[in-house]
């Protein structure tokens, strides 16, 4: 009975050797003649065969239905592909891999491409998710494209499948890191970005540039996890929120950007206090940058610390002199001084010698502003710099000054 049942268990698996074979040559012969229906019907019985698929035929059965799905149905395509190479790979015998790579660069292409237009285009965020979610599956070595899917997905408000993607490239140890093959133009002195380091070599040898340099770009995983932040809060999940960042500066707490991200953090949560905390902490890791200090005077300015203010504002100032919003705040925060002095010339209408005493003060805090001001509106005119230039011109008398930015005014409110 043994010898029985095994026979009959080999003439089922020469029956099913058969069928694969058979099924394989008409999916073939659909495929030449273009009729893809054909070929989809003939391959569809061979899906359930996979896990038992003859090893002579396998590496035909994937290409074959990679051919057939093809854009029809990418993802399967794509998934019949990839098999494709790891059964090749394994073999070490790549009679159909050639053929099958330009066939899946395609279908990453047309997806790829698709997901773009989307989010640059046509600002559909959803699509885009969808599209550069598919295309990581495709090539799952092209990690940026399951970032792209993690951004999209938040601008969609798709916050759980944005965490997963998030979460699922911090697993994977994503950095975003990426090589740049720079160098100088001589014709122009401008350093440019040739794409590749043969290209990069090639153009040197020309002799049209020179100061060959490899630069990598910084990295975005203190972005993932700002952003994971973010979401999290937008959930209404802070304390999980907190604890996200609190653990990834605790593995590297000398990381700016992470300091930074859980900064900002705070201000989203309207904890300034805490803000300027992380701020002064950020100013021991970098003392020369004129942005931390450019933040505390904002910090100290909104909780009417004037005096700090200032001294903050000419800090970032002495470190950047052509910071123009330094030089802006700075004024504003001279000037935040004369609301108490208004009050007072209210209270003294009747008291000339006093209100005149006040006027003089008024008036010596508007000169004291002015040269801030004038350098914020020469480093980069606004409505708002020329809006304070002509309204302290006119209060102080200086006319000629006034009359030259009354019209310059009138034409950037569109009157």
């Known amino acids: 009975m043994k010898k029985q049942l095994l026979a009959l268990s080999l003439g089922l698996m020469s029956i099913a050797t058969f069928a694969q074979k058979n099924e394989?040559?008409?999916?073939?012969?659909?495929?030449?003649?273009?009729?893809?229906?054909?070929?989809?019907?003939?391959i569809l019985?061979?899906?359930?065969?996979?896990?038992?698929?003859?090893?002579?035929?396998?590496?035909?059965?994937?290409?074959?239905?990679?051919?057939?799905?093809?854009?029809?149905?990418?993802?399967?395509?794509a998934e019949a592909y990839n098999k494709l190479f790891e059964v090749e790979k394994e073999s070490g015998k790549l009679k159909y891999t050639n053929d099958a790579t330009p066939k899946l660069n395609d279908l990453v292409q047309l997806v790829s491409e698709k997901a773009v237009q989307a989010y640059n285009v046509d600002k559909d965020y959803e699509v885009a998710t969808k599209n550069f979610y598919l295309t990581y599956k495709l090539s799952p070595t092209d990690t940026s494209f399951l970032y792209n899917a993690a951004v999209s997905a938040s601008?969609?408000?798709?916050?759980?499948?944005?965490?997963?993607?998030?979460?699922?490239?911090?697993?994977?140890?994503?950095?975003?890191v990426v090589v740049q093959f720079l160098a100088t133009k001589i014709e122009t002195g401008v350093e440019e970005n040739l794409g590749s380091k043969m290209q990069r070599d090639l153009m040197i040898k020309t002799g049209d540039y020179n100061n060959p340099l490899d630069k990598g770009t910084e990295s975005k995983q203190a972005d993932i996890v700002k952003n994971?932040?973010?979401?999290?809060?937008?959930?209404?999940?802070?304390?999980?929120?907190?604890?996200?960042?609190?653990?990834?500066?605790?593995?590297?707490?000398?990381?700016?950007?992470?300091?930074?991200?859980?900064?900002?953090?705070?201000?989203?949560?309207?904890?300034?206090?805490?803000?300027?905390?992380?701020?002064?902490?950020?100013?021991?890791?970098?003392?020369?940058?004129?942005?931390?200090?450019?933040?505390?005077?904002?910090?100290?300015?909104?909780?009417n610390k004037t005096e700090e203010a200032v001294g903050y504002y000419k800090k970032a100032i002495e470190l950047d002199p052509e910071y123009g919003d330094a030089y802006m705040n700075l004024s504003?925060?001279?000037?935040?001084?004369?609301?108490?002095?208004?009050?007072?010339?209210?209270?003294?209408?009747?008291?000339?010698?006093?209100?005149?005493?006040?006027?003089?003060?008024?008036?010596?805090?508007?000169?004291?502003?002015?040269?801030?001001?004038?350098?914020?509106?020469?480093i980069k005119r606004t409505e708002d710099t020329v809006k304070s230039l002509l309204n302290i011109y006119d209060l102080t008398g200086n006319t000629s000054k006034a009359e030259i930015l009354r019209p310059i005014y009138k034409k950037m409110r569109g009157m």
Not at 47 to 71: C, L, P, R
Not at 273 to 292: H, R, S, V, Y
């Open 228 to 303: 994971i932040s973010y979401i999290l809060i937008a959930q209404g999940k802070t304390d999980e929120a907190i604890v996200a960042i609190k653990k990834a500066r605790a593995a590297d707490p000398k990381d700016l950007n992470l300091l930074l991200n859980e900064a900002q953090l705070y201000i989203k949560l309207e904890q300034m206090d805490k803000f300027g905390t992380l701020m002064q902490e950020a100013i021991q890791l970098d003392p020369n940058n004129p942005t931390l200090f450019f933040n505390l005077g904002v910090v100290n300015q909104n909780e």
């Open 45 to 77: 019985p061979l899906e359930s065969m996979e896990a038992n698929m003859d090893s002579k035929y396998e590496a035909k059965y994937y290409f074959i239905k990679g051919v057939t799905y093809g854009k029809r149905n990418v993802e399967k395509a």
């Open 24 to 42: 394989l040559k008409t999916a073939e012969k659909a495929i030449k003649k273009g009729l893809f229906k054909e070929a989809q019907a003939a």
């Open 332 to 378: 504003v925060a001279i000037l935040s001084g004369e609301k108490a002095i208004v009050e007072q010339m209210n209270k003294n209408l009747s008291n000339f010698k006093k209100y005149d005493e006040l006027a003089e003060v008024q008036k010596a805090l508007y000169k004291r502003a002015l040269p801030y001001l004038e350098k914020a509106d020469s």
């Open 155 to 176: 601008l969609a408000k798709q916050y759980d499948e944005s965490l997963k993607y998030y979460n699922k490239l911090q697993e994977l140890g994503y950095t975003g």
